[in-house]
């Protein structure tokens, strides 16, 4: 049995990201680890953390075990030298060229899945390349329509808009967007979830879920039926539910995940419980692809400090998908392996 290959980029140079990447690599995590990257920037990340670490040149050939500290790695140079906590734009385009290889190494059939570290997208905007996130980016590169998904043990949140600012919600909340939405979480929730009949819990857009109008209309003029529509399909959808009472333990009982309206609407609740559990995944790509649920704690890169359970959470839930999608591949790590205990943030 050959290890499932992981590619994993590391987002920002000047973050924490390569550390994280050197943390994860000294894990006996059950996966081929390939890092895209530059290679002297892991080597300095690593002598940061104080971790010993062998790296190599990823020649693709199949590895049927891995020992801690190994690591292999697709080398993408620099710019320039990193220098910890200070983005540097004449980066950006390092970092875009680990994403493209990233995508396009799993579309090939090269990887079996990418891990990705945080990055900076003010630096690659400040470069004067647009960006708005990863998500975007991989769906636009993989021409497929996507849905950010965060999920930790307890909890799967789904987002009907990203990175949006606040003021642009409501004219995205239409019902073609709404259907699209939906149709990939239910799809997604029954390919990698394994769910065969996933339970969807719709927030309402408003508060109170637009008291019956008197606090908004989007939720009679466009999310309730969407949801009539929907449901007549097959599909098990509840509400649209009030978001402030919608993560109570009652109502938790009663679905799988939740799409919520807008980015900061159910989040706070996801990583206020389970910040260094959760995992961002990006559902409706012809790839498997997770991430951490944090940015680029530029306060922390440098000092070797950082606390890579995030990551490995997301290497976890990545090898888990792999394995409910290829079920002869290796299992990932359980309990104390997977980095579970106290943070260092």
Do not use: W
Request: charge should be negative; proline fraction near 8%.
């Amino acid at each position: 049995m050959t290890l499932p290959r992981l590619a994993v980029t590391a987002g920002e140079p000047a973050g924490v990201g390569p550390e994280l990447i050197a943390r994860l690599a000294a894990t006996p995590l059950a996966a081929d680890l390939v890092a895209i990257t530059d290679r002297d920037l892991l080597e300095r990340a690593a002598a940061r953390c104080k971790l010993p670490i062998s790296l190599e040149d990823d020649d693709g050939a199949p590895r049927e075990r891995r020992e801690p500290g190994s690591l292999r790695v697709r080398h993408v140079p620099l710019g320039v030298a990193e220098t910890p906590g200070q983005p540097d734009p004449r980066n950006a385009r390092h970092v875009l060229a680990t994403l493209d290889e990233a995508a396009d190494g799993c579309m090939a059939g090269r990887y079996a899945a990418v891990v990705t570290a945080p990055l900076q997208k003010a630096s690659i905007n400040e470069a004067g390349i647009r960006f708005s996130g990863h998500t975007e980016y991989f769906a636009e590169r993989a021409r497929a329509d996507v849905v950010m998904m965060l999920a930790s043990p307890e909890l799967r949140v789904a987002l009907a808009t990203t990175h949006l600012p606040l003021a642009a919600v409501p004219a995205a909340i239409t019902g073609e967007s709404l259907r699209r939405t939906l149709r990939i979480v239910h799809a997604e929730l029954r390919a990698k979830f394994g769910l065969a009949a996933p339970r969807i819990a719709v927030l309402g857009l408003n508060p109170h879920a637009g008291e019956a109008g008197h606090l908004g209309h989007e939720e009679l003029d466009t999310i309730i039926p969407l949801l009539h529509e929907l449901r007549a399909e097959g599909m098990q959808l509840i509400g649209p539910l009030p978001a402030d009472t919608a993560f109570v333990p009652a109502q938790r009982a009663r679905y799988d995940a939740v799409l919520a309206m807008y980015h900061d609407q159910a989040l706070p609740v996801l990583k206020s419980e389970a910040f260094d559990r959760t995992v961002n995944l990006t559902l409706g790509l012809p790839f498997i692809r997770t991430s951490v649920d944090h940015g680029t704690a530029l306060d922390l890169a440098g000092s070797g400090r950082a606390d890579p359970a995030s990551l490995i959470a997301a290497a976890n839930m990545a090898l888990e998908l792999v394995a409910r999608r290829d079920p002869c591949s290796s299992s990932p790590l359980r309990g104390e392996e997977r980095g579970e205990g106290p943070t260092s943030r």
